[in-house]
């Protein structure tokens, strides 16, 4: 407590008026906040000009030990009390979920002109642009840099960093628990479900973890990459998404002998596609997939619960943004920098503020750009019936759609006599023409399960 001492004598010492903030929920985030503000306070009071205090908090039990002294905050048992303290200005959210009492609280802090921080993808999302327009009709300041990537700085590299560029092309790896997941079935064999329950151990996953592993994380935090990126109007819905579950063990494996790991990307770029509309159409094309990563690109050395992104600008070039995704320090270092904005805002005024960057009515409306078109390479992996004509009914299919096979290979399942499992990386091919393949096979009884396509990532 010596720290946030300093910054009560700072304050009195009439440096500067303290900058007084709610938190709700005090969950890892939430305490790792706190701990941040007790053991930085000092500094971070030099760097904000004005020390910064917490004055109320609130969660769900008032009696549960967290390892923190709270008899110093004001208590609310209704979160949503926190917007109408009369002793906060900032109003820091850490409960998630896209809807419900943390949609309520965001609206009235921001309504009511109170700057609101958040660390929640699903309701920025879901909600941004409302939020958003809210916060620029009062003047209050909307912050979410620890909704995307945990501790790093991606969104205030988007907002400020690129900031004089057309940015070509954002992807990158946006989930910890699926890295975790794929590196760690690499690094030892084992299979998914396994590792997944200790994933799960170690606190990385969602409440739901059908939200890491299927995808939709990766796609939240997406969406709103997309939108600083490129201007855009947020699209969650847009997102075609896929997640990790059906990836095994043999695909690892063949990924590794092809030169590859596999990886769960999210990838957002501006498309001039015909199936957009004509030229010069654009469409926004956003896309979370298992890809396989080549060996000597750097998100095939991201490992662990390691979050990493790739920002491509016109005039930047190539930016790696990495670091811890998750976890109380990363996740508290991102909400604390964005308070710390906002501490040195308020001097300044915030009437031209842009959550976005810019005035959420100048976001483009983009329409979401199919896939047909695009030139990709793809690893198929088939589990099929082990019987003659089999992997002559899979190539037949191929060669009917226009698909050239690069490599293929066809191996016996340990686990299962009666099937095997092959698997192919074609040569570059429209999408569209791997999709017809793939239909002209579905429904054949030779297919025990519906095939996986990867796409390969390129350099
Ligand atoms: N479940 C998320 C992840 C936490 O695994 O990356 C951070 O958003």
């Not at 009369?86 to 009492?101: H, M, S």
């Not at 004089?164 to 590196?183: E, H, K, M, P, Q």
């Not at 793809?378 to 019987?387: N, P, S």
């Not at 009884?445 to 350099?459: C, D, E, I």
Request: proline fraction near 4%; glycine fraction near 12%; hydrophobic fraction near 50%.
């Amino acid at each position: 407590m010596a720290q946030s001492s300093t910054s009560a004598e700072l304050a009195q010492a009439g440096v500067a008026q303290p900058l007084r903030i709610a938190l709700a929920g005090l969950g890892t985030v939430g305490v790792g906040v706190i701990r941040l503000l007790e053991a930085n306070g000092a500094l971070i009071a030099r760097r904000a000009g004005r020390p910064i205090v917490v004055s109320a908090v609130s969660a769900r039990d008032r009696s549960r030990d967290r390892g923190v002294d709270l008899s110093a905050y004001g208590w609310e048992a209704d979160m949503t009390a926190l917007a109408a303290r009369a002793d906060v200005d900032v109003v820091v959210e850490l409960v998630g979920g896209a809807d419900g009492p943390a949609l309520k609280l965001a609206r009235d802090a921001l309504g009511g002109g109170k700057a609101l921080v958040t660390a929640n993808k699903a309701m920025i999302a879901h909600h941004g642009l409302e939020l958003a327009t809210l916060a620029e009709a009062s003047g209050a300041p909307l912050r979410f840099e620890a909704a995307v990537a945990g501790g790093v700085p991606v969104i205030k590299g988007l907002r400020e960093g690129v900031a004089a560029n057309a940015v070509d092309r954002v992807y990158g790896i946006l989930n910890g628990t699926c890295n975790f997941i794929l590196s760690t079935m690499e690094d030892t064999g084992r299979d998914f479900a396994d590792v997944l329950a200790e994933a799960q151990a170690r606190g990385y996953a969602e409440a739901d973890p059908a939200f890491d592993i299927e995808g939709t994380d990766t796609a939240h935090k997406l969406s709103i990459l997309s939108a600083l990126a490129f201007g855009t109007r947020i699209d969650f819905a847009s997102v075609e998404t896929s997640g990790i579950s059906r990836i095994l063990a043999a695909d690892i494996a063949q990924a590794d002998a092809l030169g590859y790991v596999i990886r769960l990307i999210g990838m957002a770029e501006l498309d001039m596609g015909p199936d957009v509309g004509g030229a010069g159409r654009r469409g926004l094309f956003q896309r979370v997939q298992a890809h396989l990563v080549p060996f000597d690109h750097p998100l095939a050395h991201v490992d662990g619960a390691t979050n990493a992104m790739v920002v491509e600008g016109n005039f930047s070039g190539r930016l790696l943004f990495q670091g811890a995704g998750a976890g109380d320090g990363p996740t508290a270092s991102a909400v604390v920098a964005d308070i710390i904005d906002i501490a040195r805002g308020i001097e300044a005024g915030f009437e031209a503020d842009m959550p976005f960057s810019v005035p959420v009515a100048s976001l483009e409306a983009m329409a979401p750009a199919a896939s047909g078109h695009r030139h990709s390479r793809a690893y198929i992996r088939f589990i099929v019936a082990d019987r003659p004509g089999v992997l002559a009914e899979i190539t037949a299919a191929m060669r009917d759609a226009g698909v050239s096979i690069e490599s293929l290979i066809q191996k016996g399942r340990a686990d299962n006599e009666g099937e095997v499992l092959v698997a192919m990386v074609t040569h570059e091919a429209p999408e569209a023409a791997v999709s017809k393949a793939l239909g002209l096979l579905d429904g054949s009884p030779s297919l025990v399960a519906p095939p996986l396509v990867m796409h390969l990532l390129g350099n």
